[in-house]
């Protein structure tokens, strides 16, 4: 009998895990599955966030000092920025022009601001993240950039500083070109074999993954406890949902009409690390079954996946941005309308773009950065804690969206900068007992 695809045991996890979290709710368990089965989603996160930095460091390395050509090196670098800037321009468009179409702040009960204001301006979640904005903001302007260099990177390596990571893989890479292919062979031999080792580490964990989004899915269930507020800021959330949705279809057009390629079959592969990502809430614990999705499956040679894929999980963040959009004028339209100015709005667009980049290394980065817009554009410091408040009850759901959109957005710009390059080839899927027969 056919094996079941790896997606469809995927989808059957989450909506069994829905399910059972639907029924623990219902009979008041929640605490069973924070004590029985959350762990086990943990554990899958761990797992991939153990393998995400060597796999970095080894397909990186590996990947630039296969190039043989340093001007190769700044003509994929060049591209891939501009494309991924370009695509955070775009997204923060769409949002913006939904959020001013729809107007889903308009009209929002002032008893329910009253009850969303008791409820979570106090909220441990919405203080930290105003105290890591606040932390963010008082950096100096520069402070993203010295940060990419680490002055210690067995420290970088242990804390998963990625672009830290990312700066000192490519520095070896090159510096691996400079001292010649001879010299260069042994360690080049070691990281393309290690390269190959954490690739079947993926492909072992992802065994795990339709039980591991089971747990994790059950988990989201019992934690949305207040269904009133969700549903008065449904509208809301149909805004950004919507608007990843065309995000995505902008990445399918691209796809189609750029690199050649079927959306349905670009769909088709890149699935299991958009549920994953949809499971995880976070392109970093993703960033593995990406890149082996994306080299095996969509057939993006290990140079260009290697580079695009790391830089895009940590500076790419499309979902996150348009997201931002939203959420800003939507929170300004309930709060503080007279500020929805045309000016504001460009302001909005400028900073959510370079937000994108300076939010690396900022754990929750959408709602850190969402304070640093608002307040950029002058929002009044008394209602910024009732206005983060105000959508932290809707987050973890849009959250596990847009970090879909933001993988899929990664997927697509390794593409898009393959094609041009000769990169792509026919795809060459590999399973975990591949080479079984021999050893067992």
């Known amino acids: 009998m056919k094996k079941l695809a790896l997606h469809w045991k995927i989808i059957i996890g989450m909506v069994l895990g829905v399910i059972f979290g639907f029924i623990m709710n219902s009979i008041d368990e929640q605490q069973f599955v924070t004590d029985w089965i959350s762990p086990f989603g943990t554990i899958f996160i761990n797992l991939l966030k153990l393998i995400a930095v060597p796999l970095i460091l080894a397909s990186l390395i590996k990947g630039i000092s296969d190039l043989k050509d340093i001007s190769k090196i700044k003509s994929m ?239 790419n963040m499309d979902g996150t941005s348009l997201y931002q959009g939203i959420a800003a004028v939507f929170i300004m339209q309930v709060l503080w309308p007279e500020g929805l100015t045309f000016t504001n709005q460009l302001v909005i667009i400028g900073t959510s773009v370079l937000a994108s980049i300076g939010s690396a290394a900022v754990p929750s980065a959408g709602i850190v950065m969402l304070v640093i817009v608002l307040e950029t554009i002058g929002f009044p410091a008394e209602l910024l804690p009732i206005g983060i408040a105000l959508i932290f009850a809707v987050d973890r759901p849009l959250d596990m969206c847009r970090t879909v959109v933001n993988v899929t957005g990664d997927a697509t710009v390794s593409m898009m900068v393959a094609k041009p390059l000769g990169k792509l080839h026919k795809p060459q899927p590999k399973e975990w007992d591949d080479h079984y027969d021999e050893v067992k």
């Open 77 to 315: 670098g060049l591209r891939t920025i501009i494309i991924y800037m370009t695509t955070t321009l775009v997204a923060v468009i769409i949002g913006l022009s939904i959020v001013n179409t729809v107007k889903p702040g308009n009209g929002m009960p002032a008893n329910t601001i009253e009850k969303i204001k008791i409820k979570y301006a106090n909220d441990v979640g919405v203080t930290d993240k105003l105290e890591k904005a606040s932390v963010q903001q008082d950096a100096g302007p520069l402070q993203a950039l010295v940060d990419i260099f680490p002055s210690n990177i067995f420290k970088s390596l242990t804390e998963a500083s990625m672009l830290q990571v990312i700066f000192f893989a490519l520095f070896v890479g090159i510096c691996l070109l400079l001292i010649g292919e001879k010299k260069a062979e042994p360690l080049v031999k070691f990281f393309d074999s290690l390269n190959e080792v954490v690739m079947k580490m993926v492909d072992l964990i992802m065994l795990f993954a339709p039980y591991a989004v089971f747990a994790l899915l059950a988990n989201v269930i019992i934690s949305f406890d207040d269904t009133e507020i969700l549903v008065k800021l449904l509208w809301y959330a149909v805004c950004v949902f919507g608007g990843l949705v065309l995000l995505i279809v902008f990445y399918l057009i691209l796809i189609s009409v750029y690199v050649k390629k079927s959306p349905f079959w670009f769909l088709k592969q890149i699935s299991p690390a958009q549920l994953l990502a949809f499971s995880t809430s976070s392109s970093a614990a993703t960033l593995p079954v990406t890149m082996e999705r994306v080299e095996e499956h969509l057939g993006v040679d290990k140079e260009v996946s290697g580079f695009v894929l790391p830089v895009g999980a940590t500076v």
